[in-house]
């Protein structure tokens, strides 16, 4: 079927797919309540590390899974794995639900996406959730967030396994195949916590249960990503959620955020890094929910 056309059990819990030129996009449903599609980070990294069942009682979550990830369908030129593609479709997605508005929730680079959409389809967003993400990225951004990785050993001097985040981190980044990726970010994934060691049994599922695909997560979009000039264009009620000690998308970056977005709220999670959905929940889902009562 194509992109346009409109299943009608779109909205029924449950795996959902169908096809956006001749790719297969998939997307999962679950929970009830006004619309909220949610897209995952990486780019290349699998939804369901991203699961929310706390908000699905506020929300009908439909959860996406990226083009080039899990299920959904592969592109015939890796080089096509760019923000503009996302952006497409995402909005087949919305399209394809048939609700007239939808809410977004986007973490991390998944944030670049609905932002871009926001700004791209103002009328079909109700709401936003932009969730350790940021206006900008470049080489100040990544700057900041290496000295952030080269720093964490010395944040826990007495965890040996510390020792080696780094060198996890850059298998992950300079990886091509599925296997060795998934396997470097899985090693590398303390550095997005607060509290990984003090937590590890809590948070041992998630780091488990990440997957990644190389094609998507290698490939390079040449155009930077900026759009601070644009950010007061987002009419829409907005929270802002960031950890206070997320190394790679910090409360700088939510900052300049909640600063362009005039009806904008920001939430810092004084407990979380990068995963404040696991570290936080009920703080996370209480500043998401109140997007319904604005």
């Known amino acids: ?86 952006v497409r479709f995402l909005d087949a997605v919305v399209d394809h639900l048939g609700a007239p508005r939808v809410h977004l929730l986007g973490h991390s680079h998944g944030g670049f996406v609905v932002q871009r959409y926001a700004l791209d389809h103002p009328d079909r967003v109700a709401g936003l959730a932009l969730y350790d993400t940021s206006p900008v990225t470049g080489a100040e951004f990544w700057g900041e967030a290496m000295a952030g990785l080269a720093a964490y050993p010395q944040r826990y001097p ?31 994934v303390p550095v997005y916590f607060a509290d990984f060691w003090g937590r590890r049994d809590e948070f041992a599922p998630l780091q488990a249960a990440v997957r990644v695909w190389a094609e998507p997560a290698g490939a390079q979009d040449p155009t930077p990503f900026d759009v ?32 362009g977005i005039k009806d904008s709220r920001l939430v810092v999670l004084e407990r979380s890094g990068h995963f404040g959905h696991v570290e936080e929940p009920a703080e996370f889902n209480r500043a998401v929910a109140e997007l319904l009562d604005r």
């Open 228 to 259: 601070r000039e644009r950010l007061d264009e987002i009419v829409v009620p907005t929270v802002v959620i960031v950890g206070a000690h997320d190394f790679i998308c910090g409360v700088r970056w939510a900052e300049q955020l909640h600063e």
């Open 158 to 188: 007495d965890q040996p396994e510390a020792a080696a985040i780094p060198a996890a981190f850059q298998q992950a980044v300079t990886a091509t195949d599925d296997e060795t990726l998934t396997a470097g970010l899985r090693a590398a």
């Open 1 to 86: 079927m194509g992109s346009t056309s409109h299943d009608a059990d779109a909205l029924a819990s449950g795996v959902h797919e169908f096809t956006v030129g001749d790719v297969r996009q998939v997307y999962h449903v679950a929970g009830t309540g006004p619309v909220c599609v949610v897209h995952s980070g990486g780019p290349g990294i699998e939804w369901a590390y991203l699961r929310m069942p706390g908000l699905e009682e506020h929300f009908t979550m439909v959860y996406v899974e990226p083009v080039g990830t899990g299920a959904s369908g592969r592109l015939a030129d890796r080089a096509d794995y760019r923000l503009d593609t996302y």
